[in-house]
Structure formats: C-alpha cells, structure tokens
C-alpha cells in the first residue's frame, strides 16, 4: 500500500513538472484582411456613406467626392474621341472612293481628262492621312479610358466584405493623394499576433497546435501556428507568430486580449 502511494506521488510530480513546463503568452487579435482606403486625386468630399462600425459588402459606396472638374474632363476627352472617329470615317470614304475611281479608270482602258498616277498619289496622300487619324483615335480613346478611370475613383467602393474602423473624412474635406480616407477590416478572417523570445523559439514550428484563450468572453480553442516572422526591428530580439483560429460564433474582434498556451506536447 506504501508503495502505491508513493508511485502516485510521482506520477503526480511528473505531471506537476509537465504542466510547469507550459508557458503562457500574450497576443492580440487581429484581422489577416485589413484594407486602407486612400484617394488618388485631389478634390473635396461630396458625400461620405458609411461610419464608424458599419459592416460593409464588396462593391458598396463608401464616399464621393466633387465631380465638376472631372466630369468636364471627361467630356471633352468623349469629344475629342468622337470627332477623331469621324475623321477616321471622312478618310476611309475618300480612300474608297478614289479606288473605285482607279478600278473603273482599268476597266474602261482609262477616263477622258484623268489620269492614272494621279489618283495613284491621291490615294497614298489619302492613306496617310487616314493612317494619321487612326493614330488620333487611338490616343482619344487612351485618353477617354483614363478619364473613366479617374470618373470611376471619385466614388470609392469597397475592395471587400468588412467593418469600417477608421473614418478620417467627412463631407467638405480636402483628400490629397496618397491621404487613407477610410480602413476596413475583415472580422472574419482573424488570427492571433504574439511576440517571442529567442529563447523559446525552438519550442515552437509551423502546424504546431495551441490552446488559444480570449479572457474576455471566456472563449477557448485550438489554435494553429500559421508563420513565424522575423521583426523588422532586430535590436529587439524578438520573433512574431500569427496563430489562425476558428471563431466559431463568437463575439471576437480585431484588438482584443488573447492568451496562448506554449506546451513542449505535440
């Protein structure tokens, strides 16, 4: 009976020594699809439809700013391709009809008061100068696709399904380019960012499993080292590790207080 007491007492300091083996780290939640917004050009916010906390779909308006300017742009680059498309036509006819011309001047052994090699320069000027308005609409329809471009920029849509996080715009403001304007994050795609030590970082590998724990809702589940990054910042001797979870039905946002369980168990 002695002796089965004092096994279970080492089973149970075998057991005691495994568990003290764990380390628990810190992380923070956040979002593997986080999109800044910024503009492109210059100009005055018209309309801004979304706040703070708005969930948003692919595709959906999230603000406009003042056309104006841009929408005569764009009108005279639509013009400028029109009237090139009809130079285009006015020489193409021409061209035609001088060689209509040339084939009637064969076929009835020559036309009283023409002659041959006239038409024949006529035709070549004519052909370049069709060749030349091509050119010209070639570089108007350029032009015209830039111009949409630019039109399609000046109502901003989301690149993707998100929550708006950031607004730093409002209706009036002046948006500079390269200014972000909005940022989105994907509440579905969430991982967990921990920071560690060299020290331990032969105690973790990529597939490796973690019990993963977020305090505040008393939420827990297995988690799965996803990449180990070096920091950009190597005076801090430290190593990044995104862990992805599944979060289930779960209350869980970007920034939240997470808890992970480093264990030497596979």
Sequence with gaps: ?????KLLMVVFLLVSIVDASDITLTGTVVSDGQKMIGSRYMGYVKKVF?????????EDDLYEMESAEF????????????Q????????????????RRKER?????????????????????????????QVM?????I???????????????APSAGVVVQRNIKVGDMVMPGMITIMLVDTESLEIDVSLSEGIIGRVREGKKLAVEIPSIHYKTI????????????????????????????????????KVILSDKK
């Design 105 to 133: 001047y064969k076929s009835q052994k020559g036309i009283p008061g023409m002659n041959f090699d006239d038409m024949e320069a006529q035709a070549e000027n004519v052909s370049g100068m069709l060749d030349s308005a």
């Design 71 to 82: 929408d005569m742009m764009k009108s005279q680059a639509d013009l400028m391709l029109e």
């Design 137 to 141: 609409v070639e570089q108007a329809s």
């Design 1 to 5: 009976m002695l002796f089965y007491k």
């Design 223 to 258: 988690g799965t080292v996803k990449a180990i990054i070096p920091d950009a910042n190597p005076m801090t001797h430290k190593i990044k590790m995104r862990i992805s979870f599944d979060r289930g039905d779960a209350n869980i946002f970007p920034g939240m207080y997470a």
């Design 84 to 99: 090139s498309k009809i130079v285009v036509e006015f020489w193409r006819k021409r061209l035609e009809n001088i060689n």
């Design 143 to 157: 032009k015209a696709k830039q111009m949409a471009t630019i039109f399609n920029y000046l109502k901003m849509k």
């Design 50 to 58: 979304v706040k703070l906390g708005d969930k948003v779909e692919r």
